[in-house]
């Protein structure tokens, strides 16, 4: 008999397991490993579910077995790799399979039989036989759609969701049975299809050539290319798909959401053609699917997209490069919770592929994998390519600025260079750092901003509660207005918004473009091109914005970045708010002199001698990394323990606190027993007590040895004490505690 392992499609922790069922003997050729397929299951009568397994035999009663009822799919499958892939990230990451199952899959295919690739359009069949057709008179619509197709004879077909919006579905159906019209479908083609493949015969440089080299003959298998902004990195990238690709194997190309924009997939179209396929946000589900079946069908061999692409269902997989590797959103903060290096580590195992992480300023994580231990080789591209240098970073201490009586959000230095590159008709760049927007306290006189007497970190405010607290260690303290640094009494939210630094630009430099990029001016991705094009042929030219402006453009005009606030990222009470800083601080230089000009980045700060500015100044990571390190260390933080926090949530508050309870106490009997390891083990409300009416609490750890094992049974205690209405999770090295 043939038995199939069944994983139900639905979430929840009850169904967490493989139900077996008989496979019908008319399905036993098509149903594989890796299917889709429809089964019975308690009160419902046709569920989706997918195969994990097939086996001769059950240990259950076989004549208590129900029938898998069909095929849902047969035009896809997962492979046994992939399969693989789900099983290891859910121990890894302590997942449920379904949750995981459903990543591999674009987003409507479980709902619908098939996802239509088509699009209907109507052409006219005669303009004649059209001009001289009579309508009754009171058929309005009717001759307004007569009048419209006539005064848009140019067009040589229409949508027919078009008409039917502007004129009513009826109408043009009329149309169609009077042989006015006639409907035909047309395939939809990916965006890509009609890109020519441009040539361009790039030279490598020597540097470029060893890194190539490295990757390619080394035995190891996972590599970090550390390598200044600039320095071709991406052509580094694209080489090393195109020699994959020369091999008869694919590639996947992981970029940030936010830099996924238009140049940097356009330079990889450029490249390959229609062998690339793009995942990002901005497509359509159907978009999205039509994507997903082409890499599928062996069509696409090289998949850029963001982190989600690293689940695409490509083959034969060569190679997986992960740019700007220290980016935050390659860590996934919703269920399923996972760390897009991780999946790819244990992607490229199955698969026996190579690894290529890249950035200019790795995440401390990384580069002490890369330099401590050697689960990653180190690869170095010191220097930008051609004449072009890294830009001069300008240190303003705007503490200074204050005394000097000068309290507006510019300084003198940053306005008098905006002034020089006006008159030079070139451009500039404004960066506001928004994390951590009035989220804390700051004095306006000195800069002061409260810190944890514990922690060293500083204190988010919470206005609701007119309270500062740790984001750590959970203390709370009262928000008074005196400054316990000067004396001062005027503690004010700190932050400025980019809509005010337009306003007082304007005031200033009137009849100079101003543009503005951040998420109110560009909710959409068509918004955000045309603002970036405005820009880019505009001179001279401010561009004010948030992270958007930070990242993966190229503009040659600009020769000026100013950075408003650059220690707010500093003050976001988390371990990693100094790498945060660095990274940000570099990247957003990065944006000037990318021509042969030298740029300036300006950099406004409060704490100018904070030990982030004094490296990033002298552009040295190195030397960043070091002292960050060594911080980290002393304070016991990762990478030198692991953080696990354990969120637990409910919609009933003495619920989740009673869960929290129990959990925390018998954590501190496993802490008993492995006294040496626990660094550090407390229980809390989180910062943000309430998310959409759930009650959240969590508990924090810190652990220094025998970290995998304790992970178990930490995760065990989870599992063990899991109550109906409470959720729970475990993450490790959490990206944000809020
Ligand atoms: P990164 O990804 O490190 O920021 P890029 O690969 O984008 O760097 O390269 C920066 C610029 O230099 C790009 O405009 C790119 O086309 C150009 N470039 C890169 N490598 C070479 C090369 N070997 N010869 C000429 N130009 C190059
Ligand atoms: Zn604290």
Redesign the pocket.
């Known amino acids: 008999m043939n038995i199939a392992e069944v994983v139900i499609d639905v979430s929840s922790n009850e169904l967490d397991k493989v139900f077996d069922y008989i496979i019908p003997a008319n399905l036993c050729d098509k149903i594989k490993v890796g299917s889709f397929v429809l089964v019975p299951f308690a009160a419902q009568k046709n569920i989706f579910g997918f195969v994990t397994d097939i086996k001769d035999n059950s240990e259950f009663d076989n004549s208590k077995l129900k029938q898998i009822n069909s095929i849902a799919r047969d035009d896809v499958n997962l492979n046994s790799n992939q399969i693989k892939l789900v099983d290891e990230m859910c121990k890894k990451f302590y997942l449920r399979k379904i949750d995981v199952l459903r990543l591999f899959l674009p987003p409507d295919i479980r709902k619908q039989k098939s996802v239509t690739t088509t699009i209907s359009y109507v052409k006219v069949i005669d303009y004649s036989i059209l001009e001289k057709f009579n309508f009754r008179k009171n058929a309005i619509k009717q001759i307004e759609l007569q009048n419209y197709l006539i005064e848009n004879s140019s067009e040589t077909k229409f949508l027919t969701s078009d008409l039917n919006n502007l004129f009513g579905n009826t109408t043009v159906k009329t149309f169609l049975k009077n042989g006015l019209l006639e409907e035909y479908l047309e395939k939809k083609q990916n965006t890509f299809a009609k890109m020519a493949i441009k040539n361009q015969n790039?030279?490598?440089?020597d540097n470029?050539k060893n890194v190539v080299e490295s990757v390619e003959n080394n035995k190891e298998n996972i590599f970090l290319v550390h390598?200044v902004?600039?320095?071709?990195?991406?052509?580094v990238y694209l080489t090393l798909i195109k020699n994959a690709l020369e091999k008869g194997k694919t590639a996947i190309m992981l970029v940030p959401e936010i830099s996924l924009t238009p140049q940097i997939y356009t330079r990889f179209v450029n490249r390959f053609g229609n062998l690339v396929a793009v995942l990002h946000s901005g497509l359509t589900p159907v978009e999205k699917y039509i994507e997903w079946e082409r890499i599928a069908k062996g069509e696409a061999k090289v998949v850029v997209g963001a982190r989600s692409a690293i689940f695409a269902p490509i083959n034969n997989l060569g190679i997986v490069v992960i740019d700007e590797e220290h980016d935050s959103s390659y860590i996934s903060e919703s269920n399923p919770r996972y760390n897009t290096y991780e999946v790819a580590k244990l992607r490229i195992n199955i698969e026996n592929a190579k690894l290529v992480l890249g950035s200019a300023t790795p995440s401390i994580d990384t580069f002490y994998k890369a330099t401590r231990t050697n689960e990653i080789k180190l690869l170095s591209m010191p220097n930008r390519?051609?004449k072009a240098n890294l830009p001069e970073l300008i240190l303003v201490d705007m503490h200074e600025e204050i005394l000097r009586g000068n309290t507006g959000i510019f300084s003198d230095r940053l306005l008098t260079e905006l002034e020089e590159t006006i008159k030079n008709k070139k451009q500039a760049i404004i960066f506001i750092n928004r994390r951590g927007f009035s989220s804390f306290l700051r004095c306006s006189k000195c800069g002061y901003i409260p810190k944890c007497t514990s922690c060293d970190v500083s204190l988010v405010y919470h206005k609701i509660d007119d309270e500062l607290k740790c984001h750590f260690c959970g203390k709370r303290f009262k928000a008074v207005n005196v400054c316990e640094k000067c004396g001062n009494i005027n503690m004010r939210n700190g932050g400025v918004g980019s809509q005010r630094i337009c306003e007082e630009l304007s005031n200033i430099f009137k009849n100079v473009k101003i543009l503005r990029l951040d998420n109110d001016t560009s909710k959409s991705k068509d918004a955000q091109i045309s603002i970036l094009n405005e820009f880019s042929q505009t001179y001279p030219a401010i561009l004010v914005g948030t992270q958007m402006v930070a990242k993966g453009h190229?503009f040659s005009g600009v020769n000026l970045v100013g950075i408003v606030d650059a220690d707010l990222s500093l003050h976001f009470g988390d371990y990693r708010s100094a790498e945060r800083t660095y990274s940000l601080i570099t990247q957003v230089a990065g944006r000037a002199g990318r021509s042969d000009e030298k740029g300036k980045c300006i950099v406004q700060t409060y704490s100018k001698n904070h030990f982030v500015f004094k490296f990033a100044a002298k552009n040295d990571y190195v030397g960043f990394f070091e002292k960050e390190l060594n911080l980290r260390e002393v304070t016991a933080f990762p990478p030198y323990t692991k953080l696990v926090r354990i969120l637990i949530s409910s919609f009933i508050e003495d619920l989740a606190r009673h869960t929290v309870v129990k959990v925390f106490n018998e954590l501190k009997i496993l802490r008993e027993q492995f006294k040496e390891a626990f660094v550090y083990l407390d229980a809390m409300k989180s910062p943000v007590k309430r998310i959409q009416n759930k009650f959240r609490y969590q508990i924090l750890i810190r652990l220094n040895k025998s970290k995998e094992e304790i992970l178990k049974q930490i995760s065990d205690i989870v599992l063990q004490s899991n109550t109906k209405n409470v959720i729970m999770f475990i993450e490790t090295d959490p990206q944000n505690l809020s």
Do not use: A, P, R
């Open positions: 790039i030279l490598l440089t470029q390598g902004t600039g320095s071709g990195k991406t052509e390519v051609g190229d």
